[in-house]
């Protein structure tokens, strides 16, 4: 994460105890409780736990549903580089059981956009094969250590089935006058205030472009609506908070992600790709370039392993099973310690160092 902590003291207060602390994140201030960074760590840690996940992110069409899937999606698989990201439509789910067929045997993050007309257009049956199906969701093609965070939208309906509106965590986009009500027994009688403030909020946000929180006695926060940070109320399932989130692309910046956005096989991919293999194997010889791209895949969950070599590797799971053993006791048998280590200047890609050049 590249959440940079700088207290900022406010000149017109000498007392600053009671008052949020302010974060940079990318050199843009926020409030460190307000973090959707927070929000990650804690679906992390339960996801290191649970075997599945399930997000719910509620609001009305142009609120941001999808835009805040991907942002945690993306921040989530940076902190576990073992989850896939892939996105789907309301109709894979309901061949739920081959969509999850069809991915590989990683941990997979799944986003699911717009499920509000779930019912309406594939019928109740169709809800009824799914909800059995996702009770045992991890046990589809014998994946039982299989980790799935599953992401879902749709708009703020009391007729969807509570099958659906039942989650681990939950984001709100947005609050109109008739939601209200429907937020305060989702949330509690006691969050009511928490709810108005939220509404008016994200009123504000529309009407004037921006949207404030109280900074001490005098002072306030004030954030301009998505530039690049717009507010969402956030639910643990233990408390309800405000929090702020930007857009993919500005967590990106320059950057490409292949694992939200795999890059399609393209003739410029074709010149990468011979660009990648001159200069990769060049600077690290062959054997070590074969074993980095071994290693890359395998946490990508493809092994591409001799088969001699993942058997010794279930020799091991099974000794393990039945006999005390220490691995790193083990692995200093075999001559093995952890290495850590930086990509020096000359060994990183031609464009750092040539300005996209390759001569």
Same mark, same amino acid.
């Given at each position: ?8 003291? /406010? ?47 509620? &609001?009305?069409?142009? /609120? ?7 942002? $945690? ?15 789907? !439509? #309301?109709?894979? *789910?309901? =061949? ?45 093609? =014998?994946?039982? =250590? ?15 089935? @509570? ?19 429907? %937020? ?34 005098? #002072?306030? +926060? ?29 967590? %990106? ?16 991919? @074709?010149?990468? *790709?011979? =660009? ?8 690290? &010889?062959? &054997? ?6 071994? *290693? @890359? %895949? ?17 020799? $091991? !799971?099974? +000794? ?27 060994? @990183? ?7 996209? /050049?390759?001569?």
């Amino acid at each position: 994460m590249e959440t940079i902590t700088e207290v900022i003291q /406010s000149p017109s207060s000498k007392k600053t105890k009671d008052k949020p602390t302010i974060i940079k994140w990318k050199g843009v201030p926020m409030l460190r409780s307000q973090s959707i960074n927070a929000c990650i760590h804690e679906i992390y840690e339960s996801s290191r736990s649970m075997g599945f996940l399930k997000i719910n992110l509620i &609001g009305a069409s142009g /609120s941001g549903k999808t835009q805040l899937g991907s942002v $945690i999606a993306h921040q989530l698989h940076k902190l576990d580089p073992t989850f896939e990201v892939h996105k789907f !439509e #309301d109709s894979d *789910l309901i =061949d739920f059981r081959k969509t999850i067929e069809n991915l590989s045997k990683a941990n997979q993050i799944l986003i699911f956009d717009d499920l509000s007309g779930l019912v309406a257009k594939f019928g109740k049956s169709a809800l009824d094969k799914l909800k059995a199906e996702i009770t045992t969701i991890r046990h589809i093609d =014998d994946q039982e =250590d299989r980790k799935i965070i599953m992401i879902l939208n749709f708009h703020a309906q009391k007729t969807l089935d @509570k099958f659906i509106r039942i989650s681990n965590f939950t984001f709100y986009t947005d609050c109109q006058d008739e939601e209200i009500g429907y %937020l305060e027994e989702l949330l509690g009688k006691s969050k009511k205030q928490t709810i108005l403030k939220f509404k008016n909020l994200r009123s504000q946000s529309r009407i004037f472009h921006k949207f404030s929180f109280p900074l001490g006695r005098k #002072d306030k +926060f004030t954030y301009k609506d998505s530039d690049p940070f717009r507010l969402v109320l956030y639910n643990n399932g233990i408390s309800t908070r405000f929090v702020v989130t930007p857009q993919l692309k500005w967590v %990106l910046g320059d950057d490409l992600c292949q694992v939200c956005n795999p890059t399609s096989k393209s003739e410029e991919t @074709k010149g990468n *790709l011979d =660009d990648f293999v001159n200069d990769f194997s060049k600077k690290f &010889g062959k &054997g070590i370039a074969k074993r980095a791209i071994e *290693l @890359k %895949l395998l946490r990508r969950g493809i092994n591409t392993q001799p088969k001699r070599v993942q058997q010794a590797e279930i020799y $091991i !799971e099974q +000794f393990f099973l039945k006999k005390k053993m220490n691995l790193q006791e083990l692995a200093e048998r075999y001559g093995l310690e952890e290495n850590k280590t930086f990509l020096r200047g000359d060994k @990183k890609p031609f464009f750092f160092n040539m300005g996209e /050049s390759k001569e």
